[in-house]
């Protein structure tokens, strides 16, 4: 909820992905939602608002994962630099960042990771940059929910430690369909807890007066393969719905 302050999400309409270790989706509402759909609402640290919060914890993970057991000896920054020299796609390769289970939008703890349509030509950035869309489908998938309630944004924002690789912001732009925005600030979720305290003590006028203030977009990411991605997208649900059927069986 801090962090949602910290890069401006503070009013109806606007929707923020945090990528670290777990990938959290937010969007502020001004009455709670119970709906159908199970996404959690919370009550938010703006008063009299609430958030809608849908939790993926194979969000960051997945890289890390994929990092420490086949890039160990290297950093991020080098495997972005590997991952650009692949095109938007991976070649037909698709990952389904499900390692551990799923929260939303399936609430589904049986599901499991799978990479799918390896050839002969995939080597170790195809995995890499297959990893980073496979999130970035998960959370696309998880806006389409939103969109069922009616939340359909013309723009993200972006933070955590995903929202620091270029390559894979403009990947989200790309599969979403929509622009990624970056704030300026390093540690949003700080500045949003600063910013709370700021207000209490009365050195801004309320939060939105701290927020137009405090907070600038650092850089916009704009679509440009959005079309390369449609179809795989359908391929990555349709996997998801094949392999349920799997998961459900008792071993």
Same mark, same amino acid.
């Given at each position: 909820m801090a962090g949602m302050i910290g890069v401006g999400n503070i009013k109806e309409g606007i929707v923020s992905e945090t990528t670290e270790?777990?990938?959290?989706i937010c969007t502020m509402v001004n009455k709670p939602l119970v709906n159908k759909y199970r996404i959690p609402c919370h009550y938010n640290a703006v008063k009299n608002t609430y958030i809608l919060l849908s939790i993926c !914890?194979?969000?960051? =993970?997945s890289l890390e994962w994929f990092k420490n057991n086949f890039y160990d000896d290297k950093n991020y920054s080098y495997i972005n630099k590997e991952i650009e020299k692949i095109s938007?796609?991976?070649?037909?390769? =698709?990952f389904l960042p499900y390692l551990t289970g799923i929260n939303s939008p399936e609430l589904d703890p049986n599901a499991k990771g799978a990479f799918y349509? =390896?050839?002969?030509?995939h080597n170790r950035a195809h995995f890499a940059r297959s990893v980073l869309e496979g999130i970035a489908?998960? =959370?696309?998938?998880?806006?389409?929910?939103l969109k069922k309630l009616v939340i359909n944004p013309d723009k993200i924002i972006s933070l955590g430690g995903g929202s620091k690789s270029n390559v894979w912001n403009q990947i989200k732009a790309d599969v979403i369909g929509k622009d990624i925005i970056v704030t300026g600030q390093d540690e949003p979720t700080s500045l949003g807890a600063a910013i709370l305290a700021a207000v209490k003590l009365g050195l801004y006028k309320d939060i939105n007066d701290a927020v137009n203030s405090l907070i600038k977009t650092k850089k916009e990411y704009c679509p440009l393969n959005n079309r390369v991605y449609e179809k795989q997208y359908r391929t990555f649900l349709d996997l998801y719905n094949r392999? !349920?059927?799997?998961?459900?069986?008792?071993?």
């Open positions: 270790t777990v990938l959290a !914890e194979s969000g960051g =993970i938007p796609g991976s070649n037909g390769l =698709i349509g =390896i050839n002969i030509s489908y998960l =959370i696309k998938k998880n806006l389409d929910y392999l !349920e059927v799997i998961w459900s069986e008792p071993l």
